[in-house]
Structures are given as C-alpha cells and as structure tokens.
C-alpha cells in the first residue's frame, strides 16, 4: 500500500514572469493541501523573484539561467522528503488553483502521477505541434502508452515517482523524459483534464525559436531514453 500522502509542495519555475508570478503564487498557497510553494528564480532580470517572496513563497535562485530542468529539480531538493510535489508553470495566474484536481488522485493514492490536460489554445494562438507530435511519438514507442499531451508541466508526483524519474533530462526534454521514466518504472500516470490558462506561444521569431529548442531538447531526451532501454 502507498504511504499517504503528508504534504503538498508546488514547485513553480520561474524566469522573467514578474507580471503573473504573485497572482499564481498566491492561487497555489490557497489549495487546502499545499503546504509551502517554492519559486526558482532563473536568473530573472525582473522583479520575478521579489513578487513571488512577497506574495509569500519561499524563493530559491539560481545565479544563472539553468533552463526548467535544473530549476525543478533545486525545487523539489528543497522539499520536504515526505512532500508530494506539485509542478506549475509560473504565468498559470489564478488558475493555479486549479492544480487541486491534480493532487486529489495522488493523495487518495490512486495514481503515483498526474498530468494536466489544458484546454486548446484559443483560435490559432499555439502551433507547437510538431513538438508534441515527436513527444507524443518517443512516449508511444518506448512504453506503448499514448500521452494526450506530453509536453504539459503542470503535474503532480509522490516523493516515490519523482525519485524514480531520476535522473531528469534537460530543460524542456524533462516532461517528456519523465513521463518514459515512470511509466517503465511501472508507476502509475493519469491525465486529468484541468481548465488552467496560460500564455500561449505565438508566430514571432522568437516563438519559432523557443519552438526549435523545445524540439532539441525532446529529441536529444528520446535519444537518451532509446539508449537506456
């Protein structure tokens, strides 16, 4: 029988978002079951990190940017080691308070990790879709289980799956890297639908650039997990 589940911590890295960072701070310290939330700052050139402390998270930060793997990971070192660990997006807004429907099947002990499932974007805002089609792909192959979106951060993980999802790949390869972990670990996954709300990446050159170091990141991820097996 799993142990229960004692304590709650959301985990929420974090560059530049000074704009939303207090708002989803705050949202997450409201779900009965969080007991702390940590913000990692990356190496923030904004306010990110002031906001968040004030609107009353413990604040970690990195003396460089590290990329999401690497914050996480400090996140989730700093937790409590009977702690259930909660991982938000930090422009989530009020809707981090939400993320209660991710960590009500991990506390009753019916899953050892949960997986937002996020409304579509509005209109044609998005159009990562050759990314998750890769993930998507990697996920299939290396386990036999379709993930409906594989690259969605918004999870939560028993002190027991995070340890087995170890060691986390880099930057934006973690999610996908995770879910190949656990599964062959033989943990237990669920994708639970969650109306949470979010920036969503446009058509700028910059998105098209975040787009293709998301892309690296996955395939170099499904490179190393295809060597693991």
């Known amino acids: 029988?799993?142990?229960?589940?004692?304590?709650?911590?959301?985990?929420?890295?974090?560059?530049?978002?000074?704009?939303?960072?207090?708002?989803?701070?705050?949202?997450?310290?409201?779900?009965?079951?969080?007991?702390?939330?940590?913000?990692?700052?990356?190496?923030s050139s904004d306010q990110t990190g002031e906001r968040a402390r004030?609107?009353?998270?413990t604040v970690l930060r990195n003396d460089r940017n590290r990329g999401k793997a690497a914050a996480m990971l400090l996140g989730a070192r700093a937790a409590p080691a009977?702690?259930?660990?909660?991982?938000?997006?930090?422009?989530?807004?009020?809707?981090?308070?939400?993320?209660a429907a991710l960590i009500e099947p991990v506390a009753r002990g019916e899953t050892d990790a949960t997986i937002a499932?996020?409304?579509?974007?509005?209109?044609?805002?998005?159009?990562?879709?050759?990314?998750?089609?890769?993930?998507?792909?990697?996920?299939?192959?290396?386990?036999?289980w379709t993930a409906t979106q594989p690259l969605s951060g918004q999870r939560c993980l028993t002190r027991a799956a995070?340890?087995?999802?170890m060691?986390?790949?880099?930057?934006?390869?973690?999610?996908?890297a995770m879910t190949i972990d656990l599964l062959r670990a033989g943990m237990?996954?669920?994708?639970?639908p969650v109306p949470f709300a979010h920036r969503w990446?446009?058509?700028?050159?910059?998105?098209?650039?975040?787009?293709?170091?998301q892309f690296l990141d996955v395939a170099s991820a499904l490179a190393g997990r295809r060597t693991a097996s």
């Open 117 to 144: 499932l996020l409304p579509p974007p509005p209109g044609s805002v998005g159009g990562h879709g050759f990314v998750v089609r890769l993930a998507r792909r990697g996920i299939l192959r290396a386990t036999g």
């Open 82 to 99: 009977d702690a259930a660990l909660l991982f938000l997006d930090a422009d989530l807004g009020e809707t981090a308070r939400h993320a």
């Open 162 to 165: 995070f340890d087995a999802a």
């Open 54 to 57: 004030a609107a009353g998270a």
């Open 167 to 176: 060691p986390f790949a880099a930057r934006f390869g973690v999610e996908t």
């Open 201 to 213: 990446s446009g058509t700028t050159w910059r998105d098209q650039l975040h787009r293709l170091r």
């Open 1 to 43: 029988m799993n142990d229960p589940v004692r304590a709650v911590v959301a985990i929420i890295p974090a560059f530049d978002e000074a704009d939303r960072i207090a708002e989803t701070v705050r949202a997450a310290a409201s779900i009965p079951s969080v007991t702390s939330v940590i913000v990692v700052d990356d190496a």
């Open 188 to 192: 237990r996954v669920r994708e639970v």
